[in-house]
């Protein structure tokens, strides 16, 4: 809580701000333009501070709008501003700040506690990754959107994001063959680094120094590729995905093609794939004549196998053709797809170049786009699954979070869901790697928690695990939050953290919070595919009733490893994950 000290004291800083702001143009606070709403928060002042409060209808409404989330640490002394692109951590009265954990001097600082947080505009308005534009002769202070980021994702088919503080609107042009230009209108470049390179996907921005001066990416595609636009996994974000262009050009030297099997099972048909290699394909389905049509470019096989004559199955009339599209080879499959339906693509585990067309009834199926495009990932673990480290949170020194309903600690929560699920894992032949197997520190107890931390990375890193899966109970100061939230942080958790959702929340009978990207310690410090999983609130009476049974504890342990099993094994393009539009 924050008391401007004295009548004279306001009074003097009053006089003060009007000088600053209005006689010399500067920026002023309780009048402020965003996305075309006008913001009159109440600014006091204390010292040559202005201050807005955290609570301030206004100051709610502009988080809102920037899309940004606030959320406090256990401790209540950490405030977490999460905005697209820019996570920031405050603490009250520090001259620092972390921002996508690299400290800096805080552009302001935040004042009181957690129920009244006082804190600079200047330091909100940052957090929120806007830029403020002084306004001339008193008007309102214009608040920018910020174009804060572009990265490409090292996959298969890289991805380019591109993420602002608003909704982005765009143009995109094609100038030329494999050039897609895309202008921003009204945001600023935020980034330092103009030029992204990741194998022959070039990005470069152009512009957007100065409010009004335009604002451009533009992306130079690998030869014959295309680029395909599709919403971001977040909101502001937007992903071009490349994709061989229109004739389906494969990249790279021509893949051979063993051998195809089709094999029915339990109601299901498989069409199954060996390929030498991993592979990339497209596929598209017609729901009127409900025709499937499969290519996969640069795939040869010397002699395609005969047609699948299969009249009352789910796939029917199924055909192989080997073409050519100006010089490269495709392998194409079209058959029939009986009504009730549906169909999706995995891979099998440790069989590399393996692609499986898999038809069951929908009912048992998520539906897929009508259209896609994928690629298979070619996991083969060596000697067994693969080797996944399991991270306990907490321990010894670090209780972690409590239960006051039913007096247990989170660090106890947490290894024996640990200890379950290295069982599981054991049983099912991966190799699996604790952080620690009893109530202790990593370290040692007391040890800083940047270095309890880091060790455990250093577990996970040292032997070159596959997968690290972190296990953590949440708590909040109010008591009301609850459910399961998966947290990823690097490009390559995401698809992990994806595959592990649908296994806890609902099914293990608490509520389902969903994905989180969040740049905790321990996953922007593996060097692998890494979650934080947050299973669920001991804070909260009902979830922590759920968590303190052994037998809830075994069917989270349980469920995790299905979803280790699952990711692994690459079930693919799930509806809405490939969701695609064309490029104009
Ligand atoms: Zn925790």
């Given at each position: 809580m924050i008391v401007v000290s004295n009548r004279t004291g306001k009074i003097l800083a009053l006089l003060l701000w009007c000088l600053t702001s209005q006689a010399f143009g500067q920026t002023i606070y309780d009048r402020m333009i965003f996305q075309n709403q006008e913001l009159t928060p109440a600014v006091s002042q204390q010292g040559p501070r202005a201050l807005v409060n955290l609570q301030d209808p206004a100051v709610r409404r502009l988080i809102d709008l920037s899309s940004g989330r606030l959320r406090w640490s256990t401790t209540g002394q950490t405030l977490f501003v999460y905005a697209p692109g820019r996570e920031s951590f405050w603490t009250f009265n520090s001259p620092t700040v972390t921002v996508n954990g690299q400290d800096i001097t805080a552009p302001g600082r935040m004042f009181g506690d957690q129920t009244t947080t006082m804190i600079e505009p200047a330091a909100l308005i940052y957090a929120l990754c806007l830029r403020a534009v002084p306004s001339t002769a008193g008007g309102p202070t214009q608040l920018m959107p910020m174009l804060h980021s572009v990265s490409i994702s090292n996959e298969a088919y890289p991805t380019v994001t591109i993420r602002a503080s608003a909704p982005l609107t765009y143009t995109v042009e094609k100038p030329e063959a494999g050039l897609v230009v895309l202008k921003f209108t009204d945001l600023i470049w935020a980034g330092e680094e103009r030029n992204y390179v990741q194998g022959?996907?070039?990005?470069?921005?152009?512009g957007g120094s100065l409010p009004g001066e335009a604002l451009e990416v533009?992306?130079?595609?690998?030869?014959?590729?295309?680029?395909?636009?599709?919403?971001?996994?977040?909101?502001?974000?937007?992903?071009?995905?490349?994709?061989?262009?229109?004739?389906?050009?494969?990249?790279?030297?021509?893949?051979?093609?063993q051998r195809i099997d089709y094999r029915r099972a339990e109601g299901d048909d498989l069409v199954i794939f060996y390929a030498e290699e991993p592979v990339r394909f497209s596929w598209e389905f017609e729901p009127g004549t409900r025709?499937?049509?499969?290519?996969?470019?640069?795939?040869?096989m010397d002699t395609p196998p005969s047609p699948l004559e299969a009249p009352g199955n789910p796939l029917s009339a199924g055909r192989f053709e080997q073409l050519d599209a100006d010089g490269i080879p495709v392998l194409r499959f079209t058959g029939q797809v009986a009504p009730g339906y549906a169909f999706e693509f995995f891979e099998i585990e440790n069989a590399r170049g393996s692609l499986v067309l898999r038809l069951a009834p929908e009912t048992s199926l998520t539906r897929l786009d009508n259209k896609g495009t994928a690629a298979t990932r070619g996991y083969v673990a060596a000697g067994g699954r693969g080797v996944v480290v399991i991270d306990a949170g907490h321990g010894g020194g670090d209780p972690g979070c409590y239960s006051r309903h039913h007096g247990v600690y989170e660090k106890d929560v947490t290894l024996d869901i640990a200890r379950r699920l290295k069982t599981v894992l054991?049983?099912?032949?991966?190799?699996?790697?604790?952080?620690?197997?009893?109530?202790r520190d990593v370290t040692y107890a007391g040890s800083p928690d940047k270095m309890e931390l880091q060790a455990r990375c250093d577990v996970a890193n040292d032997i070159g695990a596959d997968l690290f899966i972190s296990i953590h109970c949440n708590a909040s100061a109010s008591g009301q939050g609850n459910g399961t939230s998966i947290h990823w942080y690097k490009e390559e958790d995401y698809e992990f953290a994806r595959n592990l959702e649908p296994m806890l929340g609902e099914a293990i009978g608490v509520g389902n919070q969903g994905l989180r990207r969040d740049s905790f310690y321990v996953l922007r410090h593996t060097r692998m595919p890494a979650v934080l999983v947050e299973t669920a609130y001991l804070s909260h009476p009902h979830d922590s009733s759920r968590l303190v049974q052994p037998q809830v504890?075994?069917?989270?342990?349980?469920?995790?490893?299905?979803?280790?099993?699952?990711?692994?094994?690459?079930?693919?393009?799930r509806a809405g994950n490939y969701r695609q539009q064309p490029m104009r």
């Open positions: 022959s996907l070039k990005a470069e921005v152009i533009r992306l130079q595609l690998p030869p014959a590729w295309d680029g395909q636009l599709k919403p971001g996994t977040f909101k502001n974000e937007l992903a071009i995905t490349t994709v061989p262009s229109s004739q389906l050009v494969g990249a790279g030297p021509p893949v051979g093609l025709q499937l049509v499969m290519e996969l470019p640069g795939v040869t054991e049983r099912q032949g991966w190799k699996v790697l604790m952080t620690r197997e009893t109530d504890r075994q069917l989270i342990a349980e469920r995790l490893a299905g979803g280790l099993v699952q990711y692994m094994s690459g079930r693919y393009a």
